[in-house]
Structure formats: structure tokens, C-alpha cells
């Protein structure tokens, strides 16, 4: 019996780093749920999980950002205990706070394209200030506008209740992530593989 001994070429070095960012990211993401604040305002509760969306996008980029967020659903999706409450299965991406966790995978990507304008990385510290406020006001606006829509829609909710319920008390929370989010990029510890 012969053996194949054909050469296999290896995968690229930047990829395999990337592969572990977005790994470490989407873990990040699930270990957020032990920072769940029940707010009355609201039937959904004031997570960390939307910071490392920002961090995702803006430190992976659009590609491996919204990659970073697919790994973080399929988690939770199989069964592991990433969710809110920490909830898992196939029953959180249906529910009342569903739109929320799909727009995830969207809003990385949507960070990642407006501050690396495109798939080649740039380090997002060096990137002007204005230019990272806008991703994280975008990528929040779709973040909410998905979150409430799904929520409008699966309760049948008015559109004024659904926005009061699942995003205005929710503003100043995401205020102070993106600030967060900007000063953690700020400090340079998190330059992108590649960059």
C-alpha cells in the first residue's frame, strides 16, 4: 500500500492569531453575562456584551469582527451558558432580546468598515478620534434599531413602547461603554495582528 506524501501548505500565521482574537472575543462576550444589571426601566437588562461588540470591530476589523460575534451566537446556540441570565440554546435567538444578539455580527462589521475603511487593518489608535465615535454611534443606532424592531414585532408592541422599553434606558449605558471603548483602543494595548 502506497502513502500520499504530498506537501499541505500551511495556514498563515495572521490568520491563525486572528482566528484566536476573535476566539478570545467572542469568549470575552460570553463572560460578560456575569456583569448583568437587572434595570427596571426595561424587561432586558444593562450587559457589557455591547463593549466587546465595539471592541471586536474595532480591533479585528470588519471580517473578523463580525466572525469574532458569529463564534460568540454558535456558542451560545450549542449550548453553552453565554447568554443573558446566563441562558443558553436556541431560545435566546428567538426571544424578546433576539434582534439584539443577531445585530451583533452587523455591528462588528459595520465598526470594523468605517475605522479600517475596508478589510486591510489599521490600528485603531491611530485612526481619528471623530471617525471611532461615529462606528460606535452606528454600529449602537443598529444595535437598538434591531433590538427594538424584533421586540416590537414578536410583542406587537407600539413603536413608542418598544423604543421606551428597549432603548432609550438604555443611552446612558452605551455612552459610557463607548467611552470605555475608545480609551481602551486609545491605550495601544490592543493593535490589530497585521497592523
Not at 478570545?24 to 444589571?37: E, K, M, R
Not at 454558535?74 to 449550548?79: K, L, R, S, V
Not at 471617525?131 to 410583542?155: D, E, K, N, P, S
Amino acid at each position: 500500500m502506497a502513502t500520499n506524501r504530498e506537501s499541505v501548505d500551511l495556514v498563515d500565521g495572521d490568520v491563525v492569531r486572528q482566528f484566536a482574537r476573535a476566539a478570545v472575543l467572542a469568549a470575552l462576550v460570553g463572560a460578560s453575562i456575569f456583569v448583568t444589571i437587572p434595570y427596571p426601566f426595561s424587561p432586558a437588562p444593562i450587559t457589557l456584551q455591547v463593549l466587546f461588540v465595539f471592541l471586536a470591530g474595532l480591533v479585528l476589523g470588519p471580517v473578523w469582527g463580525a466572525i469574532s460575534m458569529l463564534l460568540y451566537l454558535t456558542a451560545g446556540a450549542a449550548g453553552l451558558p453565554v447568554f443573558s441570565g446566563m441562558e443558553a440554546g436556541f431560545g435566546p435567538l428567538v426571544g424578546n432580546t433576539a434582534g439584539y444578539l443577531w445585530s451583533y455580527p452587523l455591528a462588528a462589521a459595520l465598526i470594523g468598515a468605517i475605522v479600517h475603511r475596508g478589510t486591510d487593518l489599521r490600528n485603531p489608535a491611530d485612526v481619528p478620534l471623530p471617525i471611532v465615535v461615529v462606528a460606535l454611534v452606528a454600529a449602537t443606532i443598529l444595535i437598538y434599531a434591531m433590538g427594538t424592531a424584533y421586540a416590537a414585532w414578536l410583542q406587537a408592541l407600539e413603536p413608542w413602547e418598544a423604543i421606551a422599553g428597549y432603548a432609550l434606558p438604555f443611552v446612558p449605558a452605551e455612552l459610557v461603554k463607548m467611552v470605555a471603548a475608545i480609551a481602551i483602543v486609545e491605550s495601544g494595548r490592543l493593535e490589530p495582528v497585521g497592523s
